[in-house]
């Protein structure tokens, strides 16, 4: 073989590299030496290098195999060598590049990293969108986009207008926000509904009304919603399942594409829900309120108790358990909480027990 072409090794210790035989195998190769030395041919002990951990370079017609982290000791093989193509792919198969061993993965292993990498982007973005959200949308641009939502899909023909006073002037005989003005709209529908929209709307179908059997429970259910709007959760909520749509919309700067998708998103606010942690939060924040107002605690749960009364009835009409469950620990916790202040004496309220007797008939 031409001495042009012939691999030299350079151990690091040495300046001079010394010619070299190789022989290679599936995973490592071997370096044989053979030098003259007083008119004899001196054979030293072969070296067996591992592929991992190599890592190459092509400089002046030459791939350089540097064997160790320092680059001291390295191999230099020119491009003619026969070895040349084997050792520089069987090199690279060795230690494959973090997209390589992905691709090397079995295609199970691939598919769930892949769906892991899509899930945990979406949480992500779900949980960005609304922190962001909340931190640069005020009290009065809420109440716009909540405006915006209630257009959009309330049919003011289907308001009940003399339940609509009522229940408002209800609404206003209690103290239930110092941010937001709440606005009342009774809705004829005898789904047992109510939800509250961002910035201070309250919807209530009248299917709940009839469900109700006291002024108090109604307080208790508008007290509740109303803490939903106080603690933001329905703007939160809302941010958070139209996420992915509101960051192309930025992406796309389409200020305009955040309102649309916001109001694209209204039908679904019907059965936004909330959860556990969001529930118990305006749970007892209702229950506050209706201690601030002079109004026994208890009422919370005696809603909670009427509304599983009548599931047991029609449970197809009962939107608001699916997206208000009133599971037996929130029912337990505001029993609880009642608990402590039935000592209490409470007034009763004139606004609210004359407009729930009209309410009624």
């Known amino acids: 073989m031409n001495s042009a072409a012939i691999p030299l090794y350079y151990d690091g210790k040495t300046s001079a590299g010394q010619p070299v035989d190789i022989i290679t195998h599936e995973k490592e190769m071997e370096f044989h030496f053979t030098f003259p030395e007083n008119g004899f041919h001196v054979v030293k002990e072969p070296i067996t290098i591992n592929y991992t951990g190599c890592t190459t370079a092509h400089v002046a017609e030459h791939l350089y195999v540097y064997i160790n982290g320092s680059g001291a000791e390295y191999l230099a093989i020119p491009f003619t060598h026969p070895s040349y193509l084997t050792i520089r792919d069987n090199i690279i198969h060795a230690n494959p590049s973090w997209f390589g061993r992905l691709m090397n993965m079995h295609v199970g292993v691939l598919a769930f990293v892949f769906v892991m990498l899509l899930v945990g982007g979406y949480f992500a973005i779900a949980n960005v969108v609304p922190w962001v959200g909340l931190k640069i949308i005020s009290p009065s641009q809420e109440k716009l986009m909540g405006d915006k939502l209630f257009q959009a899909f309330v ?28 606005q009342v709209t009774v809705l004829q529908n005898k789904e047992v509904n109510a ?160 407009n729930w007797d009209l309410i009624k008939n």
Not at 219 to 233: F, T
Not at 263 to 288: F, H, I, K, P, W
Request: without cysteine.
């Open 155 to 182: 049919d003011i023909g289907e308001t009940d207008s003399q339940k609509t006073r009522l229940v408002n002037e209800v609404a206003h005989a209690l103290e239930l926000s110092k941010t937001y003005n709440i």
């Open 195 to 354: 939800f509250a929209l961002p910035g201070g709307r309250i919807v209530v179908y009248t299917g709940i009304l009839k469900s109700m059997k006291s002024g108090d429970e109604l307080a208790a259910l508008l007290a509740h919603e109303a803490s939903h709007i106080n603690k933001r959760h329905s703007l939160r909520s809302l941010l958070r399942s139209s996420a992915v749509a509101i960051l192309i919309s930025v992406a796309l700067n389409d200020a305009s594409g955040i309102a649309s998708v916001l109001v694209e998103n209204a039908e679904t606010l019907r059965n936004l829900g909330y959860s556990r942690n969001l529930e118990r939060e305006a749970d007892a924040s209702g229950m506050q309120l209706l201690l601030d107002n002079h109004i026994d605690p208890i009422a919370m749960r005696n809603l909670m108790l009427r509304l599983q009364e009548a599931y047991g009835k029609a449970p197809d009409m009962i939107a608001f358990l699916s997206t208000h469950p009133a599971t037996q620990e929130r029912i337990d916790n505001a029993n609880a909480f009642a608990k402590k202040y039935r000592s209490r004496e409470y007034a009763v309220n004139a606004v609210v027990s004359k």
